[in-house]
T-cell receptor, first 110, second 115 residues
Framework: DQQVKQNSPSLSVQEGRISILNCDYT??????FLWYKKYPAEGPTFLIS?????DKNEDGRFTVFLNKSAKHLSLHIVPSQPGDSAVYFC?????????FGTGTSLTVIP | KAGVTQTPRYLIKTRGQQVTLSCSPI?????VSWYQQTPGQGLQFLFE???????NKGNFPGRFSGRQFSNSRSEMNVSTLELGDSALYLC??????????????FGPGTRLTVL
């Protein structure tokens, strides 16, 4: 049972434009959400996180939005750069366990 | 600080064999989790160890087992390998900080191929 879902397997965006990656979850007990970025042949790298008591967290070009009523999480990257091309995973925590989505492959076109 | 290290990076085994993977967490981190990544399935949680005790377990068969040593290093064992066990196995450590800063740090993974 996939409790965290990323319904878009891939996304292509022009350099300089906004990239929006989406994530939906089903478990209302999740209290902490994270985004990871993964390059081929490397492990996922932590990008940004948000607590369930907030609805927005910003870090440079990256902003995460949380809509608890819709059980929806999104990552905005502005402006997108070619180096952002990678697979992005969203994750959610319940207790001591983390649940991951299946990933969205982002390609930023120069 | 050195990051999470995993050995070996690549492994090729045949069906029916068994395999042991190793993970050294970031110094000071006491929690180690293992994940399996396959195309289209994302990261599937295997188990978590904290202070040498298995604290959480995912939905994997008993062929998958692990342990953690007193220095927090962890090993994962898969017995009677099946073709479907071919995957990238990722280890992650975390420091168990405050809720707002709880982050897992991943190693580069071990790519297991079962022939």
């Amino acid at each position: 049972d996939q409790q965290v879902k990323q319904n878009s397997p891939s996304l292509s965006v022009q350099e300089g434009r906004i990239s929006i990656l989406n994530c939906d979850y089903t478990n209302s007990m999740f209290d902490y959400f994270l985004w990871y970025k993964k390059y081929p042949a490397e492990g996922p790298t932590f990008l940004i996180s948000i607590s369930s008591i907030k609805d927005k967290n910003e870090d440079g070009r990256f902003t995460v939005f949380l809509n608890k009523s819709a059980k929806h999480l999104s990552l905005h990257i502005v402006p997108s750069q070619p180096g952002d091309s990678a697979v992005y995973f969203c994750a959610a925590r319940n207790g001591n366990q983390f649940y991951f989505g299946t990933g969205t492959s982002l390609t930023v076109i120069p | 600080k050195a990051g999470v290290t995993q050995t070996p990076r690549y492994l090729i085994k045949t069906r029916g064999q068994q395999v042991t993977l190793s993970c050294s967490p970031i110094s000071g981190h006491r929690s180690v989790s293992w994940y399996q990544q396959t195309p289209g399935q994302g990261l599937q949680f295997l188990f978590e160890y904290f202070s040498e005790t298995q604290r959480n377990k995912g939905n994997f068969p008993g062929r998958f087992s692990g342990r953690q040593f007193s220095n927090s290093r962890s090993e994962m064992n898969v017995s009677t390998l099946e073709l479907g066990d071919s995957a990238l196995y990722l280890c992650a450590s975390r420091s168990q900080g405050l809720a707002g800063t709880d982050t897992q740090y991943f190693g580069p993974g071990t790519r297991l191929t079962v022939l």
